[in-house]
């Protein structure tokens, strides 16, 4: 057969074994490769048509307008196979410039656009020989309105011997014993005539792609265009399914921007059963007459959304009627795509990180702080997450690639042009407020926003997101380029995460680093949209914990540098502020963030070109050498006196190690309304005897995990959820990694670090005294203590070499949360802080044990996104966090688990750099830990690309699920796998 025949038709090849068929064509197909397949295929399935479709190799589906029941269904259907919807941005929009290679090594240039996602080819049957027809299903007038529909579609369309002629029955091939009349003028007869038409058209709209299917009550319209040239033909057709009457009512249609000319309008009228010549011997159609009505009545008019073209019913448009308008637009700007596509990369050239942050982010706090409006709300939709480009591009970059113009954003662009100015005119008070260098940028959208009003309202979607996509991959570009060279040859997900740094770090008004800063001066926010404005923007612990990764890897030094600079300036009692609230009323409630700000002034000397050289650049500081407060703008006394960076560092050595205590300034309710008066007292101290920084009590909460309890009905107002006092692991790391680069700069005899120590007050018979200690030496203690003071052997039998307490330990080969803690079962529990101690000072770890440690935390601890913050098996795990829960439990209430199970991605970067460290002793280990380590990321990687705010979030509920009161992207979260990375690039 494959010899005689081009192709074949497979009857129901759903029925056929599909092995068998696999055979056969492949047979069929040596002798004819090109062999082209049209199947009938009703799996009832898409996917299992298409197993059929690959395995196959089938060219075609059969598919049939018949087999709708009812007006909405047809629609469906011709929808389903019509072709891509009108105002289809997929390829305009997702398009790229590239290169072409062909066999020559002729290199050219091209557009490079994606494969468009689409059902496998159909064949459009208005219907088939084994189907009942119109006359027996519907009503037989509804021949004509259902030949027209599938005549509409974008594809190839089949019809049936007989259909035109309107038998009345489905023929019984096996027993029919009529013969076929042949006709002296066969378009004279049932719809012949329009089927010529129809055809004709069918046939002219070939490269017609885009199409528009309305459905209402017994009409369906449908509008076929040019995708460029946006000429097209509109069919309204008047369906005879049984109960059709002639007075149904429909809604006159408007076009807007388009110009219409009558083409055709017919009504078929059916005037008999069928039986007239039974006893002739040859099978006849039904008698019926093809009406040609009047052209419809074609109206131009004009309203708030521009001028139209109204089109109304002919008289007698009853059941059975169609009618097709040829369509062009009037006054629809020519060459609108190239237009669109010039002039934005220059527009936004003079821009800085500072000004993109405003283009491209802003969520609703920061933007109503700084230019007093807010994020735009979409009716059906929401409020965006930003006010800037990322806040529609993370709706349509779903919208695009799908074409789902049914959007709610769509919607609304199709019902005014409000989104376009309200992006233009918040650009023009960025510009007057802060920006000059945007007037360009502002410009540009409101030249190419201009000509999309003057487009038909339907497309109004498609252009639209051709400029926001345009100029969001222009800003990003910009962005990118202003990074550091390591960013640009990052994946696709490391230039995500780099780009958080423009998303975090902007001007806002009620908060800066400095009180008397100029108000175009960047900070740092800790996350959005909950830490933006006023003095919960700026923490210290969170900001230094994300300066690596957001700031210095990225090669944003100087931003880096303000940031060390503003909060080294706050220094009191030895300590860096938790908040910094500009410098105004900081407070200094932490006992972590000093420790992660003296890890980034080590970073930064690293990594910048300043170098050490920044030690010896002088800071004005807050307040005087006494602890007593002054105002920020109380002269003589606030930002009097100044130090150098060097000397705030052996400020803070010095501090720890004679030991801090102070009560909080305003301590009380003013100052924090659910803490306990015992919890204002801050001590800290450097136990001696191993070297340990010690501090806390069992009332504040002086590391990250800070969730204080304020809820009076579960009795835990004032009660902290992880105290962690005594020894914090991750905080005894961070020492670590200070002392060992202090001893580097003594041994070198570094100009801009002339200390060798520190002097301490030592414990001794009768009382203390007075001894300096080297940093070497203090150094060498740590590092002869910290196994035996955090690890918790797997043996049980080696618990007292440790001191363990055997009855407390919950689970063995990890290291200690804490030591010295109040709560004495506290220090067992086995968190998320340990790789942070690993990653900052892998000398401290016997290799070992510390291989045996994270093996149990990829195990117990690790979520899909974070860290669980707590061992499942810990009788206080509670993994949801509900800052809401009024409840009485006091595990729960108003969120105090906040750090007792929920999963924390910045500790997930840690962890994974701490993989690296201790699994790399081999090429072939470290291979494997790489391949590890990848598929952790996977998950993030998948979640930033899709989520709303572009970012990873703070924490995650159980196994990675959302949690409402997570900020949805957070400083640190991305900045510690920026790091890990760049760690990765490395190896």
């Given at each position: ?171 019984d091939v096996v027993n029919e014993q009529r013969r076929y009349l042949l006709l002296d003028d066969p378009l004279s007869v049932g719809i012949g005539k329009a089927r010529r038409a129809l055809n004709e058209i069918h046939r002219e709209m070939a490269s017609y792609q885009e199409i528009h299917v309305h459905h209402e009550g017994e ?348 909060f080294g300036s706050t220094l009191k009692h030895g300590l860096i502020p938790n908040l910094l609230d500009s410098g105004r009323y900081p407070r200094y409630n932490a006992r972590d963030a000093t420790w992660f700000w003296l890890k980034a002034v080590q970073d930064y000397c690293r990594e910048s070109a300043e170098g050490l050289e ?374």
């Amino acid at each position: 057969m494959a010899r005689l025949f081009h192709g074949f038709r497979i009857d129901n090849c759903h029925s056929t074994p599909i092995e068998l068929a696999e055979f056969l064509l492949d047979e069929a197909r040596v002798v004819r490769p090109n062999l082209y397949l049209i199947a009938e295929l009703f799996t009832g399935s898409e996917d299992s048509d298409r197993i059929f479709v690959s395995r196959l190799g089938l060219n075609s589906l059969v598919r049939e307008s018949m087999q709708a029941w009812d007006p909405h269904e047809l629609s469906r259907v011709i929808h389903r196979n019509g072709g891509v919807p009108v105002g289809s941005m997929d390829l305009d929009c997702l398009e790229e410039p590239g290169v072409f290679t062909d066999g020559n090594g002729l290199v050219t240039t091209c557009v490079v656009a994606p494969i468009r996602a689409s059902l496998p080819h159909a064949i459009f049957f208005d219907c088939t020989h084994d189907n009942k027809t119109p006359f027996q299903l519907r009503q037989a007038c509804d021949a004509l309105p259902n030949a027209a529909l599938v005549a509409m579609t974008a594809c190839a369309v089949g019809s049936n011997k007989g259909y035109d002629e309107l038998y009345s029955y489905l023929l019984d091939v096996v027993n029919e014993q009529r013969r076929y009349l042949l006709l002296d003028d066969p378009l004279s007869v049932g719809i012949g005539k329009a089927r010529r038409a129809l055809n004709e058209i069918h046939r002219e709209m070939a490269s017609y792609q885009e199409i528009h299917v309305h459905h209402e009550g017994e009409f369906i319209t449908v509008h076929r265009q040019h995708p460029v040239t946006r000429n097209g033909y509109l069919l309204v057709a008047h369906c005879a399914f049984p109960g059709a009457r002639d007075n149904a009512p429909f809604s006159n249609a408007r076009l807007y921007g388009t110009v219409a000319e009558a083409v055709l309008s017919y009504r078929l009228v059916v005037e008999g059963d069928g039986h007239e010549h039974d006893s002739d011997g040859y099978l006849h159609g039904l008698p019926a007459t093809l009406k040609e009505l009047a052209p419809p009545p074609l109206e131009l008019g004009h309203d708030e959304k521009g001028p139209y073209t109204e089109l109304r019913l002919p008289e007698g448009f009853g059941p059975g009627s169609i009618l097709l308008v040829r369509t062009r637009p009037e006054g629809f700007p020519d060459g609108l795509e190239e237009i669109i596509a010039e002039g934005c990369e220059d527009a936004v050239s003079r821009l800085g990180l500072g000004a993109l942050n405003a283009v491209l982010y802003r969520c609703s706090s920061e933007e109503h702080d700084t230019v007093g409006s807010g994020v735009y709300d979409v009716p059906g939709l929401g409020s965006l997450a930003y006010a800037g480009l990322q806040g529609w591009v993370s709706h349509l970059q779903h919208i695009i690639p799908n074409n789902d113009l049914g959007h709610s954003l769509c919607a609304h662009l199709r019902s005014g042009h409000w989104a376009l100015d309200y992006i233009t005119n918040r650009l023009e008070k960025y510009q007057q407020q802060l920006y000059p260098e945007l007037s360009a940028l502002t410009s540009w959208f409101a030249e190419r926003f201009s000509l999309v009003k003057q487009a038909p309202s339907f497309l109004t979607p498609k252009y639209f997101a051709m400029v926001v996509t345009l100029a969001y991959k222009c800003a990003v570009k910009r962005a990118l380029s202003l990074m550091s060279p390591e960013i640009t040859g990052f994946s696709d997900f490391g230039r995500r995460l780099a780009l958080t740094s423009v998303q975090m770090v902007g001007a806002t008004t009620s908060c800066s680093l400095r009180p008397f800063d100029d108000k175009k001066q960047l900070s740092m926010a800790a996350g959005l949209p909950h830490f933006t404005t006023h003095h919960m923007r700026c923490w210290g612990r969170d900001i230094f914990i994300s300066l690596e990764g957001l700031l210095m890897k990225t090669g944003r030094h100087d931003v880096a540098r303000d940031h060390i600079l503003a909060f080294g300036s706050t220094l009191k009692h030895g300590l860096i502020p938790n908040l910094l609230d500009s410098g105004r009323y900081p407070r200094y409630n932490a006992r972590d963030a000093t420790w992660f700000w003296l890890k980034a002034v080590q970073d930064y000397c690293r990594e910048s070109a300043e170098g050490l050289e920044f030690l010896g650049v002088e800071v004005d500081r807050r307040f005087q050498a006494d602890d007593t407060f002054a105002a920020w703008d109380e002269e003589g006394r606030a930002y009097a006196r100044k130090s150098t960076v060097a000397e705030l560092v052996q400020e803070i050595m010095q501090a720890h190690a004679r030991g801090i205590s102070f009560r909080e300034w305003n301590a009380g309710p003013a100052l924090d309304q659910a803490m306990r008066d015992e919890g204002f007292n801050i001590d800290i101290y450097v136990d001696w005897r191993n070297g340990l920084v010690k501090g806390g009590n069992d009332f504040n909460c002086g590391t990250w995990m800070d969730k204080m309890g304020d809820s009076d009905k579960a009795g835990i107002r004032g009660i902290p959820g992880s105290p962690r006092d005594g020894a914090d692991i991750e905080i005894i790391g961070l020492l670590k990694y200070t002392v060992s680069w202090l001893t580097t700069l003594a041994t070198e005899g570094s100009k801009w670090f002339p200390y060798k120590g520190v002097s301490a007050l030592m414990a001794v018979e009768g009382g203390r005294e007075t001894t300096t200690v080297t940093y070497e030496q203090w150094s060498e203690l740590l590092k002869a203590n910290f196994e035996k003071g955090f690890y918790v052997p797997e043996d049980e039998a080696l618990d007292a070499e440790y001191h363990v307490k055997s009855e407390l330990v919950n689970q063995r080969g990890i290291y200690r949360d804490t030591v010295e803690a109040t709560r004495e079962w506290a220090d067992y529990q086995f968190r998320p802080n340990i790789p942070v101690a690993m990653v900052v000072a892998p000398e401290l770890f016997d290799p070992n044990h510390a291989r045996t440690c994270l093996k149990k935390m990829g195990q117990v601890l690790c979520g899909p996104l974070g860290m669980r913050t707590l061992d499942p098996r810990d009788m206080r795990y509670r993994p949801y966090y509900d800052n809401s829960n009024d409840s009485d439990d006091p595990t729960v209430a108003h969120g105090i688990n906040y750090h007792a199970g929920p999963e924390w991605v910045w500790c997930m970067g840690y962890y994974l750099q701490a993989l690296l460290i201790f699994f790399s002793r081999t090429e072939e280990e470290k291979q494997a830990t790489l391949q590890e380590v990848h598929r952790h990321l996977l998950p993030l990687a998948r979640h930033i690309a899709t989520t709303q705010f572009a970012g990873l979030p703070e924490l995650t509920n159980l196994n990675g699920t959302e949690c409402p009161d997570s900020c949805p992207t957070q400083a640190w979260s991305a900045a510690t796998i920026i790091t890990l990375l760049s760690r990765m690039n490395k190896m």
